[in-house]
């Protein structure tokens, strides 16, 4: 392994700057994997196969792993140091909550700009080489501090669904329980026992937002969550997903700490360019340092890899392949400029 791959082996460093609608937290406990960590394994591993997928859906994607049950993640002191941060940040969520603008009821992505304890934990080494373990690939945490720690609230409307059905745009992430399950009624976290095409056709929606609607109830299993501090890690954009509505106004939190692909030339199913028209701060810019990590991952491998004796349409194509997803973001940014 060359000096370049081990490099990329590594998640890209978050960025110096912070937006100025986020708030940074005053006196925080430091994050201590020993001390707020307690990791286990899931019970049971669902692979994309058993959801339905073809032998060649599956090579395309960047792992067979599909989801996982919930295991314990945080330990008791961890859920304590956590759940105060996550009230914390309550106030300083993000401002479109509500407007209906977006898929989300209300949330604060990119937690780790308001607090340490969230970032250090999402990015703790840790945590993504026991995600590593369970999905059989190696994870690290996702480059675009939007969704790398992000935290999902309950809508303040409780007749709307916590978030409806949808995949993710990043391929890994981990939902983990805040809130004590115990007190919460209705909320379930629901996957769709199908391919994501299945689950569309069945709504009659296209893309990959959500609708609130149902699905057949026979095709739908819920995760459960045994207490705050657990959760389960989910290939997202394979897997239709959503979060139930709550019967009762209760305390529903949950975490999502989102994780990429390494090293960061191999393929990365980021829909960088649907996250593009978010409205969270800095997201354009976040989004484009991610690509151009990976691309240059991509080119660096490349550069290592071209011989005198190549043809010039392998050229046209490995120079493709390492340069086509940065290149269509961009074309999507200079689009949505105009
Ligand atoms: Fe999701």
């Given at each position: 392994m060359g000096i370049s791959m081990n490099k990329h082996l590594k998640p890209l460093s978050f960025p110096n700057e912070c937006p100025e609608q986020y708030i940074p937290l005053d006196h925080e406990p430091m994050f201590s994997a020993k001390k707020h960590l307690s990791l286990e394994k899931p019970e049971s591993i669902y692979s994309l196969k058993n959801l339905g997928y073809s032998e060649e859906e599956i090579v395309n994607c960047e792992s067979s792993f599909g989801f996982c049950s919930a295991f314990r993640i945080l330990s008791e002191e961890g859920v304590k140091v956590m759940k105060h941060i996550c009230e914390r940040i309550y106030n300083n969520r993000n401002e479109s909550a509500g407007t209906g603008a977006n898929r989300l009821g209300s949330y604060a992505r990119g937690a780790g700009y308001r607090s340490k304890f969230i970032r250090d934990f999402c990015d703790s080494p840790e945590l993504a080489k026991h995600l590593s373990t369970i999905a059989k690939v190696t994870l690290g945490r996702h480059s675009v501090p939007a969704v790398a720690c992000g935290i999902n609230y309950a809508p303040?409307?409780?007749?709307?669904?916590v978030d409806t059905w949808h995949v993710d745009s990043v391929s890994f992430d981990v939902v983990m329980m805040m809130s004590n399950p115990l007190l919460i009624k209705g909320g379930e976290f629901q996957i769709f026992n199908g391919t994501k095409e299945e689950g569309r056709d069945l709504l009659g929606i296209s893309g990959e937002e959500g609708v609130d609607a149902s699905l057949p109830q026979e095709r739908i299993t819920s995760i459960p969550f045994p207490s705050a501090g657990y959760g389960f890690l989910q290939q997202g954009s394979m897997i239709f997903h959503r979060a139930c509505r709550l019967l009762e106004k209760a305390d529903r939190t949950t975490m999502i700490p989102s994780f990429e692909i390494l090293p960061r030339s191999a393929q990365d199913d980021t829909n960088s360019i649907n996250m593009s028209g978010w409205s969270d701060p800095g997201i354009c810019p976040e989004l484009a340092r991610h690509e151009i990590s990976r691309a240059s991952a991509r080119l660096e491998e490349l550069l290592e890899q071209v011989s005198l004796k190549d043809h010039p349409s392998d050229l046209v194509r490995k120079i493709d392949r390492a340069v086509n997803k940065l290149i269509s973001f961009k074309n999507n940014l200079e689009e949505s400029c105009k």
């Open positions: 303040d409307d409780i007749t709307k669904a």
